[in-house]
Structure formats: structure tokens, C-alpha cells
């Protein structure tokens, strides 16, 4: 029995057993082409895969304690947190992750709310946690995606956007967290980007976001009773508007949103329910504002902006329109914020390049700034760690396209080869946080890191967002080439040894720049990349089929059909040349696995060396910890093997 349970372990952490001088998948994952990993290199790499992150989720409706999103075990699990620096108590214990939904009601009520779907499915379930016996009620129908849960300001209804009735389309819900059979359909919707904003002051309304591209979306108003619905943002402009993150002012006569009408930046916005008129409070602002909350008391506005990659926390008074003097905060990446109901403490998620994500609070009245959480990182200083170099190079067109440079240490004597990690989205932004075990390439193996935020990207203005939109699809991978011809440039980088990876969006640019610029590159790893918009638009799920079709163009539309077919890496894999990592979720609803093991199949014909790693457990990435640490272990052999050498 002793004998079995330390295989199991072993199988789940990706440990070898005594006498053993390798590493083997955890049966969880099916390895094709990978060669044995040597215990060794799992002992080298194994601090730098026992980073530790901690995300602040909800404060406590009376108390000064908060809910954060960490991991201890395999899996992420909300804990409680009584005071700074206090301990981390466990409070869910799923072998799936729980990092959806985290939240407290605004009142006092018993428990608190969260999302937790199956094996990386996202099919998210709503479920309310009894602190009193540690029992999680369902209040979902276990089977639909249910997304974007919004407490009422009573604590007696959850409203949240589900797919149940199509799964083509998000329709609005609400529940008595209390009752579950009391949960109905208070709006049928069309589409699949729909999704509740906030209550009004008396719960009598609702705010609905309509998202239909990165750059046009909508907010309706919402009877909360009858669910009949009107539009407070108009349509049929010349200009295709986005309006985001929409919250009612304390006395419900007005909402905050941001917006991007007449900008080319979201600002902060004040609209007037019943004039309709709009007020910019962040004229002066010249980037995204990308998320904004409001005192209990609606005396203040905290929101951050993203200024080259990173967040400025800033502070408004909302009686006089003015900016209050910015908090003096690390430089880093924020998220999360929300207000303490006391009005003063402002809660959030802080990460930095030295910093794994920790939960902190800010007083808006002092200025103190107190650390709830300090993350493990596995014994190392991470004082140590590069600091990211913001770079820029003139692309094909004359553009300017910029990223981040992590340059490993002084250690490291001449041209040192280059790792180009290309961010998903493709509407994303690779913002200069923690890089996590990526830290021991850069120092350990002295390999460059570069970070490109290629057009396409969002944080520098609209236009530039749909630079890179349908048939304008290959001019993205210009600037990638654009950059080697940069790295030729630098005396301290090796042009010869470089490799090219990325996730999601970014898995499709790998295997784009391998199939293009096969002789630019030594190797390339792609994670749940597609590899053929075309087949990819007609598997992903269905309520997300036609948000992708904007962004990369419809296949049912001939020539672009044609288009997306004649660009599809997977037509072109006769190009790869160099060898490739495919990584896959069996799960995963966004790229399915077709897309991974088509690609495989194609390059493997060819004879061109060809890893496949893939997790029966997992989706749109890897997030349970045996199978990260295996994908860190065999990502390192793959470096070494074919970027190295």
C-alpha cells in the first residue's frame, strides 16, 4: 500500500522513484518524440519551478480580511487571509482550479461565490461556499459555461451570464445564492460575448456589457425585474467604439465606463443616465485606462493605466472630477482592484519582475501600502533576476514595434542566443511581470529573452490594434522579422541561435514564423497554437466562433477562406525546416486538440524532428503543477538539445 501511494506521488509530481536517474510523465500526459529527461536537469531547474503566486480576489463585507487565489497542493484553491502578512488558510481543496469568480457578497451574507469548471474545459460552474461547514453548493446545471458572476448589492441575487439554452449564445441569469432551483433566464441573448457589469444602487437595474470585437462593444441597461432591456451606448457610427468596465455612480444617477470614442486610448468616462451625456475625466491621460473601481462611499475612483507595458495606479475625486496625487506603489502589473467597504483600504494584485503576484492593500487616505501575502520563490534571490529593457525596431512599413528585453548576466560572455516568446490574444500585451521559470533560461542558461508586442497588440492605441486585422494577417509577421534583423544588430545577441514560442495566438505566430522564416531560426515551440484559422473557426466553441471571426477574418466568406488556407501553417508545413514542440490540452475549448495534432502529423511526414507533449487533464494551457513542471523540464531539454548546441 506504502508502495503504491509513493508511485502515485510520483506519477503526479513528475518525480523519479529512488534508484531511478529520469524523469517520466505523469500518467496524466502523453509524451510522443521526447526523450528521456534526466534527473538531473529536474534537479537544476527545481527551485525555479517552485515559484509560488497569490492573486487578491474579494475583501471580507465587514471585516478587514480578504480572499486571495494561491497554490499549495497541484491545483490553485481560494484561501483566507485575516491580516497582512498573516496566514493563508485553505478554504477549497478541488483537483481542478478555482481562480474564477472569487467573491464576497457587499453585504453580510454567509459565504462567498466562485466559478470552477472540469479538467481546463471552461465550462464554468457558479458555486456558494458555507464558511460554517465548509460545503460549496452548486448553483448551476453542472453541464453549461457560466461566466461573470455579479453579486446584488443586497447579497440576495448573483447575476451571470450562461450559455445553457444555446451554446451559441450567452443569455443573462440570475439566482438566489440560497435557492438554486430559484436560478432563471431574465434576458434571451444573441451572440456569445454578453456578460453582467454591476448592479444598480437600489437593485432594481442592471448594467450589460455586448462585446462583439476588441474594438466595438456596448453597455444596455437591464430591468432587473422584467429583463427588458435598452441601449445606452449607440450603434451604427462611423466609428466602431469599445466601451469596457461599466459601474454605476453611489447615487445611480450616472454609470463609470471607459471607452475609446473619439481616442485612440480608453479613457475614464462619467455618462448621466438620464441626459445621456458624457464626461472624460482622463483627457489628459494619453494611454489605456484599464480597470477602475468605486468607494463604498462613491467618494473615490482607483484605476490604473497601462503606460508602455506598465500600470500606473492612479485616484480620482469623484465630486470635483480631479486626479488626486498618485500613490507611490512598485512598478509593476496590477489587477484586481476593489475597495474595502470602510471606503479606505484599497485591495489588489501587484507583480513585478523580481516579484511573483501577491496580494496588497493601499489606505487611499495615508498612503500606506501593506503586503498580505509573500510568495515563495523557491529559496532563490530574486534581487538577482534581469530587469526588463524596453526596446524598439523599425518594422517593413517604417512602424515602430517595441517589447522587453531580458538580458541573462554578466556571467555570460559573448553572443548569447535568443529565446522570442510572442503573447496570445492576439488583442494582449506582454507587460514587463514575473516571467516565473522562464528566470532560469535567462540565468542559468544565459539564454536572451525577448518579448515583442507586435501590431496587433493592445496598450498603444487603437489603430494599432487592427493592424494586424484579416487579410493584414501576415503584416504581424513582418515584425517579427523585422526584430531578427534588430538582434543582427546587437553586439551582445547571437542571430545564428534563436528561438521562437508562444501561447494560444502566439502558438499560431510560431508556427507562422517557422513556416516562413525557417532559416532565421534554430527551433521553435508552439503551446496550443492553431494551425489553420480555417479548420480552427469551424471546432472552436460556439459562442466564440464569430468574436474570432472579426479578428482573423470569416471562412465562410470564399476569399477570405481561400486566404486563411493559403497562410495556414499547416499547408505550408513543408516549410519547417527546423525542429518543432507542439503543446496541447486535451480539453481545451478555444484551439482544439485537432489543431496540434494535425500539425504534428503534417511536419512528422516530412521528417523534421518533432516533440508533442499533451495533458489528458487540461485546456487552454497547463495549470495543474505535475504537468507544469513537466513542460518546464522537457522545454529546457528542448532549449538545450536544439538552441544551444
Known amino acids: 500500500m506504502k508502495h503504491a501511494r509513493l508511485l502515485a506521488l510520483c506519477a503526479l509530481l513528475a518525480l523519479p522513484l529512488a534508484g531511478q536517474d529520469v524523469i517520466a510523465p505523469n500518467e496524466n500526459l502523453v509524451a510522443e ?46 484561501h483566507r ?51 460554517s461547514t465548509g460545503e460549496a453548493t452548486l448553483l448551476t446545471d453542472g453541464a453549461s459555461r457560466n461566466t461573470g458572476n455579479v453579486w446584488s448589492n443586497a447579497g440576495d441575487r448573483i447575476a451571470y451570464g450562461s450559455n445553457k439554452r444555446s451554446k451559441d449564445d450567452v443569455d443573462l441569469w440570475v439566482v438566489d445564492p440560497s435557492d438554486p432551483k430559484s436560478a432563471r433566464m431574465l434576458c434571451e441573448l444573441k451572440g456569445g460575448g454578453w456578460g453582467p457589469a454591476d448592479w444598480s444602487p437600489d437593485d432594481s437595474k442592471l448594467l450589460l ?76 491621460i494619453n494611454w489605456d485606462v484599464e480597470s477602475f473601481t468605486l468607494s463604498n462611499d462613491g467618494a473615490r475612483l482607483a484605476f490604473s493605466t497601462n503606460e508602455d507595458g506598465v500600470n500606473v495606479l492612479r485616484l480620482l475625486d469623484t465630486k470635483t472630477g480631479k486626479e488626486l496625487p498618485k500613490p507611490v506603489i512598485p ?23 523580481r516579484a511573483a503576484s501577491d496580494a496588497y492593500s493601499l489606505d487611499v487616505t495615508t498612503g500606506k501600502l501593506e503586503r498580505w501575502t509573500f510568495s515563495e520563490t523557491g529559496g532563490l534571490n530574486t534581487e538577482t533576476f ?65 518579448y515583442p508586442n507586435v501590431r496587433g497588440s493592445t496598450g498603444y492605441g487603437k489603430t494599432f490594434l487592427q493592424l494586424d486585422n484579416g487579410f493584414k494577417r501576415e503584416d504581424s509577421y513582418k515584425d517579427v522579422l523585422a526584430l531578427f534583423d534588430w538582434i543582427k544588430t546587437q553586439p551582445g545577441l547571437d542571430a545564428d541561435r534563436v528561438m521562437v514560442t508562444g501561447g494560444s495566438y ?60 493559403r497562410i ?9 525546416k527546423k525542429p518543432l514542440f507542439v503543446v496541447q490540452g486535451k480539453n481545451d475549448p478555444r484551439v482544439p486538440l485537432t489543431e496540434s495534432e494535425q500539425m504534428v502529423a503534417t511536419v512528422r511526414k516530412q521528417g523534421t524532428p518533432v516533440w508533442y507533449l499533451m495533458a489528458k487533464d487540461e485546456g487552454h494551457g497547463f495549470q495543474k503543477k505535475g504537468n507544469g513542471d513537466f513542460l518546464i523540464y522537457s522545454s529546457v531539454a528542448f532549449m538545450k538539445e536544439f538552441l544551444l548546441k
Open 33 to 78: 518524440g521526447i526523450p528521456k529527461i534526466p534527473a538531473t536537469l529536474a534537479d537544476a531547474v527545481g527551485r525555479y519551478s517552485e515559484f509560488r503566486r497569490a492573486s487578491f480576489a474579494s475583501w471580507h463585507p465587514e471585516k478587514r480580511e480578504m480572499l486571495i487565489v494561491t497554490r499549495f497542493g497541484d491545483t490553485w484553491q481560494v
Open 506 to 565: 502566439g502558438g499560431f505566430m510560431t508556427l507562422a514564423v517557422a513556416t516562413n522564416y525557417s532559416d532565421r531560426i534554430r527551433c521553435a515551440l508552439d503551446v496550443v497554437g492553431p494551425s489553420n484559422f480555417v479548420t480552427f473557426l469551424e471546432n472552436t466553441s460556439g459562442y466564440r466562433r464569430d468574436l474570432r471571426r472579426v479578428e482573423y477574418g470569416d471562412e465562410r466568406d470564399p476569399k477570405m477562406r481561400e486566404f486563411l488556407n
Open 209 to 284: 456589457a455586448e462585446f462583439l470585437s476588441a474594438n466595438e462593444s456596448y453597455i444596455w441597461l437591464v430591468d432587473a425585474r422584467t429583463g427588458e432591456k435598452s441601449l445606452l451606448t449607440p450603434k451604427g457610427g462611423a466609428e466602431k467604439i469599445s466601451y469596457q468596465g461599466a459601474g454605476f455612480s453611489k447615487d445611480g444617477k450616472g454609470i463609470y465606463l471607459t471607452s475609446d470614442e473619439g481616442s485612440e486610448f480608453q479613457r475614464l468616462i462619467y455618462m448621466d443616465l438620464a441626459s445621456k451625456k458624457k464626461t472624460v475625466l482622463t483627457a489628459h
Open 81 to 131: 487571509v485575516a491580516q497582512p502578512g498573516g496566514d493563508r488558510r485553505q478554504l477549497t481543496f478541488y483537483k481542478d482550479n478555482v481562480r474564477n469568480g472569487v467573491a464576497y457578497p457587499p453585504r453580510k451574507r454567509d459565504g462567498f461565490a466562485f466559478l470552477r469548471d472540469h479538467g481546463g474545459d471552461e465550462n464554468f460552474q457558479l458555486f456558494r461556499f458555507d464558511p
Open 386 to 450: 534581469a530587469e526588463p529593457e524596453l526596446i524598439r525596431w523599425k518594422s517593413f512599413d517604417g512602424r515602430s514595434i517595441s517589447g522587453f528585453l531580458y538580458r541573462p548576466p554578466a556571467k555570460f560572455t559573448g553572443k548569447r542566443p535568443v529565446v522570442v516568446d510572442i503573447h496570445g490574444g492576439p488583442e494582449g500585451q506582454f507587460q514587463p511581470g514575473f516571467i516565473g521559470s522562464s528566470n532560469y533560461t535567462v540565468n542559468e542558461l544565459g539564454i536572451a529573452r525577448i
Open 568 to 576: 495556414a501553417p499547416n499547408n505550408k508545413a513543408a516549410e519547417i
Open 331 to 353: 512598478i509593476g502589473t496590477l489587477g484586481g482592484l476593489e475597495f474595502h467597504h470602510n471606503g479606505r483600504d484599497l485591495g489588489f494584485t501587484l507583480s513585478s519582475n
